[in-house]
């Protein structure tokens, strides 16, 4: 079955450092991406989104580029700032089918001042 | 404001007792789904509706029952609790297609104890 995969977290980085999260996925068609955040006590939000291979998604100064050969959808961010600290998920919507969002564990980012 | 509403927003419950979570969202959306939100396992399907009248299981199913009878609302009951459905449960709601958001509900906390 379709499954996403996160780099382990927490990620504890100091404000305006570099931040790249890891995600990868398996999928049998053609997927669309996504990135969600979670901030305490909420549900989650879509960050940014990217549908076909080599788009780039970006919000609020996050970028993800969707890169079918390597089957990644890496988040990064230039320089982070501490209200950034939230859950992140990477997650993918199958083509075909139910559409059914399929989340991976999430990743914690915690940033200092 | 459009959206999706969850309640109650936490519950503690004793062990056996019956107990039904709510959820209704007023986007007018298609699907909707529950995900229990456990700490490293981030979210894990339960059921899902992909219209009114239709429901399927995902992946934690047991112990889990949802009806679909109209587009708003998708309860999901616990018909006997047991501690191990200790959790947060959000409730999450999106448009037919595989390049579509989900919102996500503010999530229900239970303790059963």
């Known amino acids: 079955g379709d499954s996403v995969t996160q780099m382990e977290g927490p990620v504890t980085l100091s404000e305006e450092a570099f931040l790249t999260i890891n995600c990868t996925y398996t999928?049998?068609?053609?997927?669309?991406l996504f990135w969600y955040v979670q901030y305490p006590g909420e549900g989650l939000q879509l960050l940014l989104k990217a549908t076909k291979a080599d788009d780039k998604g970006s919000n609020k100064g996050f970028e993800a580029t969707y890169r079918k050969e390597t089957t990644s959808f890496h988040l990064e961010k230039g320089s982070v700032q501490v209200s950034d600290s939230a859950v992140y998920f990477c997650?993918?919507?199958?083509?075909?089918?139910?559409?059914?969002?399929?989340f991976g564990r999430g990743t914690s980012l915690i940033v200092h001042p | 404001i459009a959206g999706i509403t969850q309640a109650p927003t936490s519950q503690i419950l004793a062990a056996g007792r019956r107990m039904t979570l709510r959820c209704t969202q007023d986007?007018?959306?298609?699907?909707m789904y529950w995900y229990r939100q456990d700490l490293g396992l981030g979210l894990r399907l339960i059921h899902y509706s992909n219209t009114a009248g239709t429901t399927g299981k995902g992946e934690v199913p047991d112990g889990y029952s949802v009806s679909r009878a109209n587009t708003d609302d998708f309860p999901l009951t616990l018909a006997s609790a047991v501690p191990s459905q200790t959790s947060v449960y959000f409730c999450a709601s999106k448009k037919e297609g595989r390049g579509t958001e989900a919102f996500f509900g503010q999530g229900t906390r239970l303790t059963v104890v």
């Open positions: 997650a993918l919507t199958e083509s075909g089918g139910s559409y059914i969002p399929t």
């Open positions: 986007m007018r959306h298609n699907a």
């Open positions: 999928a049998t068609g053609y997927p669309s």
